[in-house]
């Protein structure tokens, strides 16, 4: 039996993170006019959900400084939802100007990943997204909480699942819609991944509950078909596999979105994903950016491409299949 007849095939919820999650750690500042067009071509391709900037500080984060002018200038794909990160009651109040879909609030999981990421305390970022939900229950706009360095923590290692089920649990009763697990580090392993998954699947089946993970140490798709062994069907991921933590040591980029896609289908799972649409993309990064990028499809081009056999053996070939006949 093979592994495509062992797991069933099924939906699967693609989230494209690169316009946010990517650019932000890109050296060169991506004009607004490319961002949007990004996206739009992004949004075109299938994506269930695109992740569009950010409403921090421009002087934290200027690389998503024209977060309005983006938003204001996209193009709405019917069945996409567009997202953006939301840090504080100041950034909810600028991205409800923008008519977001969903509101994705960020904290660690990790005190110490927290504190150099955000520069304040775990229970002090719990009580500032408390007033961000407060303040967007009311409304139409989704609430998303990613939990950074939920499998592990650079300073710290791991970070106890009771830890993470207790921050999921609280955001729950707050009334979010989705909890997403963040690899932010590329630490977590393929039964790490099965057995947190499980857990939080059986504690929390109300909530959406999606999965992001960095191939740091090359074990994102094998930490993919790890947590779909479990039944998660969302998952972000990074055109081109743009993207990092800068306060993650050694911590590279997202889970490449074409090689994700590329997996999934031959598994026999439906992403609803235009995979050569995406490669393309991937390769009109480069110039964007001003280097290669991660993903290994765009290199080797997908399974089923076949290649001719090199004229110069031909004729070795020729013989070889007499003989056998």
Request: hydrophobic share 40%; aromatic share 6%.
């Amino acid at each position: 039996m093979t592994l495509q007849q062992q797991l069933p095939a099924g939906r699967i919820y693609m989230q494209e993170v690169c316009p946010r999650d990517g650019l932000q750690n890109e050296a060169v500042f991506v004009e607004t006019q490319d961002k949007i067009a990004l996206i739009d071509r992004l949004s075109a391709c299938g994506f269930a959900k695109v992740e569009v900037t950010s409403f921090t500080s421009p002087k934290a984060i200027p690389a998503l400084k024209d977060a309005e002018a983006v938003m204001h200038g996209i193009r709405r794909e019917k069945g996409v939802e567009y997202s953006v990160l939301v840090p504080n009651l100041r950034g909810a109040e600028r991205a409800m100007a923008c008519r977001i879909d969903e509101a994705n609030l960020v904290m660690s999981a990790s005190e110490s990943h927290n504190n150099t990421n955000l520069r304040m305390s775990r229970e002090a970022s719990f009580s500032q997204l408390t007033q961000v939900i407060h303040e967007l229950n009311n409304t139409p706009v989704a609430i998303n909480v990613s939990l950074s360095a939920a499998f592990g923590c650079p300073f710290e290692g791991d970070v106890p699942q009771n830890t993470i089920l207790n921050f999921v649990d609280r955001f729950a009763n707050l009334g979010v819609r989705g909890v997403t697990l963040c690899d932010t580090t590329g630490m977590a392993f393929p039964v790490q991944v099965s057995t947190l998954s499980r857990m939080v699947k059986q504690h929390f089946p109300h909530l959406e509950i999606t999965l992001h993970f960095h191939d740091t140490r090359g074990l994102a798709l094998a930490n993919t078909v790890a947590a779909l062994s479990e039944g998660i069907d969302r998952f972000d991921s990074s055109a081109g596999g743009l993207g990092g933590c800068p306060y993650a040591p050694g911590a590279s980029g997202n889970v490449c979105s074409e090689d994700m896609v590329h997996m999934l289908e031959l598994m026999g799972y439906q992403t609803n994903v235009d995979l050569p649409a995406l490669l393309d993309i991937s390769r009109d990064l480069e110039p964007l950016i001003g280097h290669k990028v991660h993903g290994a499809v765009v290199k080797a081009g997908q399974r089923s491409e076949l290649h001719q056999i090199p004229a110069s053996l031909e004729q070795n070939f020729d013989c070889f299949r007499k003989t056998e006949s």
